[in-house]
């Protein structure tokens, strides 16, 4: 299900109506993790979302932790002061909700505790009378290891305890959760939509959950978990016959030498990251996802028959869904022969490069559809991935995960000899580039040459949208962290 390739004039999709979604549990259980990532899903989908966080808004209007009343955070008696302060945020974040609903917004997640059931009941009941559709959403989680790592990699970063010695913060943090839990009244009401997530993914119960929207909610829902782990993405390595779609050639000497050369980076990368959390190599997996086509499959080839190190454990796997956008008639051509021969057919790509389908093509909207499957499956894999792909695909899934528009994907560079890395965090994606191949001569020796770029191939090598391409490590979109490392060179753009 990826954006529809049509508006309404209400600005509503899949005759749902607006959705308010509340989240409800203790801290430290997966809300904003769950939060976030249902927002990158949905707005892959077309809707109009955004998440409301409390916490963020807390820190917008007073500042940090530690310029505020010691019993703010206390669920307790509480001096004027907190309390004036805490409805002062409250207030902010349902205005903002209203405002979002009032402008044409579909969905809005309200990312806070909402423990005590006379609050959350207050929210429903008020936006229910708006006519927006109201449905909890509870993280709860009796997992101590889980909420260790929720609170160790994500709470003692944030800003609140920016400055502090980390086990400290995590003393503090659970004192938070000590008080929460005296006062925690847990999702038990049925008069409301829910959904209730046990332990991250573990195990979800629904209660009357209805229409298409709501339940792709709870679909998508069941398939996530936050579990760390490292996303890789390279293309392919150069083909006998780069320029054809219907040719599957098998790589050229200059592809299998990019081959070898991706692998051991890839290994270097990946030792180097499981070294860093201290995960032995046997007992973690690198699962390699490709596409069906060989030049593809091949890439991957050096981790099965190469000199890969022993004590790693690694995994491939084809899947047809991932193979390249069809060019249809425009097989084979540059762009300047597209023009030429398909002038008119050039005008309306070049108009709308993402949802144009050349005579017998695909456009990059038929190929987003194909590679939802693989989107999903993206969600529920728990190990590290490397995914060798084709431009096309990488495109789309890169912005997917990075939280693209759709109209963004085919001006998308993704260059041979790079390999990016994205990390899927609670609070948005870490992505970092790191160039590792500038290509040789073509007779297999691997000497220096010129980066092969084979302009007959159209859709592969060029981001065309007949504006300049943009690589999706230079482009600026929440709540991305992006770090672009090239030549011992660093960028660093904090969004």
């Known amino acids: 299900m990826v954006a529809p390739l049509y508006t309404t004039d209400s600005g509503l999709l899949f005759h749902a109506g607006k959705i308010l979604v509340l989240t409800v549990g203790l801290p430290a259980r997966g809300k904003t993790h769950v939060s976030r990532a249902l927002e990158r899903y949905l707005r892959w989908t077309g809707v109009k979302i955004m998440v409301v966080s409390l916490g963020d808004y807390r820190r917008k209007i007073l500042g940090s932790a530690g310029k505020l009343p010691s019993d703010y955070f206390t669920l307790g008696a509480k001096s004027e002061v907190s309390i004036a302060l805490r409805k002062q945020v409250a207030d902010a974040c349902e205005d903002s909700i209203q405002k979002f609903f009032d402008g044409g917004g579909q969905v809005v997640i309200y990312d806070a505790n909402n423990g005590v059931k006379a609050n959350r009941t207050r929210l429903a009941e008020k936006f229910h009378e708006l006519d927006i559709h109201v449905v909890f959403l509870e993280s709860w989680c009796d997992n101590q290891e889980i909420i260790e790592r929720n609170i ?9 305890y920016r400055g502090w010695d980390p086990d400290k913060a995590v003393e503090d943090y659970y004192s938070r959760i000590r008080d929460h839990e005296q006062y925690y009244q847990p999702l038990e009401e049925t008069t409301w939509p829910s959904i209730r997530i046990i332990n991250v993914g573990e195990q979800v119960i629904t209660n009357k959950i209805a229409g298409y929207l709501q339940s792709r909610i709870v679909f998508f829902l069941m398939n996530i978990h936050n579990r760390f782990r490292n996303i890789y993405f390279a293309r392919s390595g150069q083909s006998l016959i780069e320029h054809s779609y219907r040719a599957d050639s098998d790589l050229s000497p200059s592809g299998w030498a990019y081959a070898e050369k991706l692998k051991d980076f890839v290994i270097q990368k990946y030792t180097k990251s499981l070294s860093e959390r201290g995960i032995d190599g046997k007992s973690h997996r690198l699962v390699v996802w490709t596409s069906a086509r060989m030049r593809c499959s091949h890439t991957a080839w050096p981790f099965l028959t190469g000199s890969t190190p022993s004590q790693l454990n690694v995994r491939i796997i084809e899947k ?9 008639v425009w097989d084979g051509l540059t762009p300047e022969q597209v023009k030429k021969y398909y002038p008119d057919e050039w005008e309306r790509f070049s108009h709308d490069p993402y949802a144009y389908r050349a005579p017998r093509a695909e456009s990059y909207h038929d190929l987003c559809v194909r590679l939802e499957p693989i989107l999903v499956e993206l969600e529920r894999e728990k190990e590290d991935l490397l995914i060798i792909g084709h431009a096309s695909v990488i495109r789309c899934m890169l912005a997917y995960l990075i939280g693209l528009p759709v109209s963004e994907i085919p001006a998308i560079e993704v260059a041979r000899g790079d390999l990016i890395e994205v990390v899927p965090a609670s609070y948005g994606v870490q992505t970092q580039a790191y160039h590792f ?12 040459g010129a980066p092969h770029k084979d302009e007959s191939n159209l859709y592969e090598n060029y981001a065309e949208d007949a504006k300049k391409p943009k690589s999706p490590l230079a482009l600026h979109w929440e709540p991305t962290q992006i770090q672009t490392l090239r030549s011992e060179q660093t960028l660093t753009v904090h969004t």
């Open 152 to 160: 160790r990699s994500v709470k003692i970063s944030s800003p609140d």
């Open 320 to 328: 047809q869904q991932m193979s390249e956008i069809n060019p249809g």
């Open 437 to 448: 191949w500038d290509g040789d001569n073509g007779d297999g020796s691997g000497a220096p």
